[in-house]
């Protein structure tokens, strides 16, 4: 079965520092893209950050940026200088072109920035 | 404008009723999902579109209806809602390889 699995189900943080959000993933395909998604308490889904397998090099947005080791099928979110406007549920999660692009989503992490 | 457009944002209704939740999106995108997300397990796929011909079940379809009107359009209907229908509902887009992008989400309530 496709998974994805979030083993922190809260992570807290002091504003200004760096925190590391864990993902891990489990599929037998080579090609597939994951994805963070940020849930702030208005609920809207954000992509944060996006990485398509085949490429070797980790994807960076700003302040944000993955740690991605294929072998491991781990895929986890670094948020660099935290802001109090980064306090939200963060998802992993993946899609594969096998599955038409459905996206297999984990359970989520509820970040909490303390100022 | 929101790029994809839920509608109603909020619903509260009674068990037996017939509930029809909507979206609409301006991205022109080929794709349109419908997810429901609980508490502590993520976003589950209800049902997916590729266009007004192709309609296709997700994850946890049972219970549950959809109608693609238009390229733009995607519905999702509850024939007689139960309580434990009650969540919260995202319709998505996407197209080709892309992030899919989301609705505001419905929040329903089945009492």
């Known amino acids: 079965a496709q998974t994805v699995t979030q083993s922190q189900p809260e992570m807290s943080v002091q504003e200004a520092e760096t925190v590391t959000l864990s993902c891990t993933y489990d599929t037998s395909e080579s090609d597939y893209y994951l994805f963070w998604y940020k849930q702030p308490p208005s609920r809207q889904m954000i992509l944060v950050i996006r990485?398509?397998?085949?490429k070797q090099q980790n994807a960076t947005e700003n302040r944000f940026s993955v740690n991605f080791q294929k072998a491991a099928k781990s895929f986890s979110l670094k948020i660099s200088d935290s802001q109090l406007g980064d306090a939200a549920m963060y998802f992993c999660a993946y899609s594969m072109l096998d599955s038409n692009y459905q996206l297999i989503w984990g359970a989520g992490t509820k970040l909490i920035i303390k100022p | 404008d929101a790029d994809v457009t839920q509608t109603p944002r909020n619903r509260i209704t009674k068990t037996g009723k017939r509930i029809m939740l909507e979206c609409s999106q301006t991205k022109g995108h080929d794709r349109m999902y419908w997810y429901r997300q609980d508490p502590g397990l993520g976003l589950r796929l209800i049902y997916y579109s590729f266009d007004v011909k192709d309609i296709n079940k997700g994850e946890i379809s049972d219970g549950y209806s959809v109608s693609r009107q238009a390229q733009a359009k995607f519905s999702l209907s509850l024939e007689s809602a139960i309580p434990n229908q009650t969540a919260l509902y995202f319709c998505a887009t996407g197209s080709g390889t892309q992030p899919q992008h989301f609705g505001d989400g419905t929040r329903l309530s089945i009492l």
């Open positions: 990485q398509e397998a085949y």
